[in-house]
Structure formats: C-alpha cells, structure tokens
C-alpha cells in the first residue's frame, strides 16, 4: 500500500520544465550584478561608477532562484549551474570585445543599465540611516588616522579620506536634522538653538562611536587594516554612503 502511494505521488509530480527567456533574462543579471559586486568589495574604480549593488544583489540572487526553482520546478543545483554558466557567458563577451580592440566596459554598463532596472524593482534602495553616516564616518576617519600614520601627514590617500570622512559627518548631521526634527529640515528659518543643540548631539555620537570602534579594533589587533576589520563590504558601503 505504501509503496503504491509513493508511486502515485511520484506520477503526479510536475515535470520540469525549461528556463524561459525571462528566466535567462534574470539569471543574467544575477550573473552580472554579481561581477560588479566583486569588483566592488575589492574596490575596483570602474565598478565604483555603478550604484552599491553588493547587499541588494545577494538579496536579489536569492529571489531570482527561489522563483526560477518554483516555476520551473528545476532542482536547485540546476539554477546554481545556469547562473555558473552566466557569469562565463559574461565575462567571455568582455574577454572577446577586448581582445578585439573594444571597450568591454560598454558591454557591462549596457547590462547593468537594464539590471539595475529589474534589481530596483525586486530591491528597493533603502535610505541611509544617520546610524549608518555615524557609523561611516568615523570608520573612514579612523582608516585615515591609519594611513596617515603609515603613509605621513601628506599623504594624498589619507586627504582623500579625511575629505570623504567630513562628507559622512555632515551627511550625519543633516540625516539627524531629518529624522528628529523634521519641522526644521523643511522649514525656511530654522531655530539656531535648536540647530546648535543637534550639531552637539551629532558631535558626541561620533565621539562615542569612535571609542566604541577604537576598543572593538584595539581587541582585534590594532588599527592596520581596519577596513578588513569591518568586513570589505562594509567599508566599501561606505564609501559609497559618502559621495
């Protein structure tokens, strides 16, 4: 009897069915949001052109799979190996235009342009939080400190990030304005107590986050390489918050 039953579910099991061209149209951009999201934690200057595609394109890997999986009824290993295809597919296009004298950067800024739009749809940008411009801003300005010292006080490395650290600080400040006291971002004229109270409130939450990173990279080892101490991702996030 048991052994009947099984047989019956298996029968009434749906086959698989093939990828459509929808499927291999988002398994492309899984593909291809997943290229420039490397290059991104490693920091590579022409991935830097495209908008932070590292965390929503994880996010947007994982619901492209799950729906390739659902109506296709293809097993999950079969989605993975599509995708493995993808990124080979991708990256021997760029291989071919470039060794044929092209701008293989053309070929990725075209894909990006439509995958951007599928991501934004599936992966709606979040707004920063001024929790995440405290955050940034004392993490850039600590990995400054840190260079500097290596590198002296005229370092270029090292102004470019203090540059960048004051970008996060005032962006901090502004995002407090917004979420606390909105009545006053929006107004024409803001009361300067209010404001001045909030540029000390802002200036002590910085002085408290950056203890609180010091002692965290004080039980890590010290400042070297403190942008690998917060996770690559989360420093190139970063960077990306401040310009």
Do not use: W
Request: aromatic content about 4%; charged content about 25%; some cysteine.
């Amino acid at each position: 009897m048991i052994f009947s039953t099984l047989l019956f579910a298996a029968a009434a099991a749906p086959l698989p069915s093939p990828l459509t061209d929808t499927h291999m149209r988002d398994i492309r951009c899984v593909a291809t949001l997943g290229l420039v999201a490397h290059e991104q934690r490693r920091g590579i200057a022409t991935s830097m052109r495209f908008p932070n595609v590292m965390q929503r394109g994880r996010a947007y890997a994982g619901i492209v799979g799950e729906r390739v999986v659902k109506e296709a009824g293809q097993p999950k290993e079969v989605v993975a190996l599509a995708i493995k295809q993808a990124v080979e597919d991708v990256q021997g296009q760029a291989i071919e235009i470039a060794e044929g004298g092209g701008d293989a950067d053309v070929l990725l800024s075209e894909l990006m342009t439509k995958c951007l739009a599928l991501l934004d749809a599936e992966v709606p940008v979040e707004a920063p939080t001024h929790d995440d411009y405290r955050f940034c801003a004392v993490i850039i300005g600590l990995a400054a400190d840190e260079v500097e010292g290596r590198e002296g006080a005229e370092s270029v490395n090292a102004k470019v990030m203090r540059r960048l650290a004051g970008q996060l600080e005032r962006k901090h400040y502004r995002a407090t304005v917004d979420q606390y006291f909105p009545e006053e971002s929006a107004g024409s004229a803001a009361d300067e107590a209010v404001l001045g109270a909030i540029a000390a409130t802002t200036v002590g939450e910085l002085d408290k986050e950056k203890r609180k990173q010091l002692e965290l990279a004080k039980s890590g080892g010290g400042l070297e390489a403190l942008s690998e101490s917060v996770g690559k991702e989360k420093y190139q996030r970063c960077i990306f918050l401040g310009e």
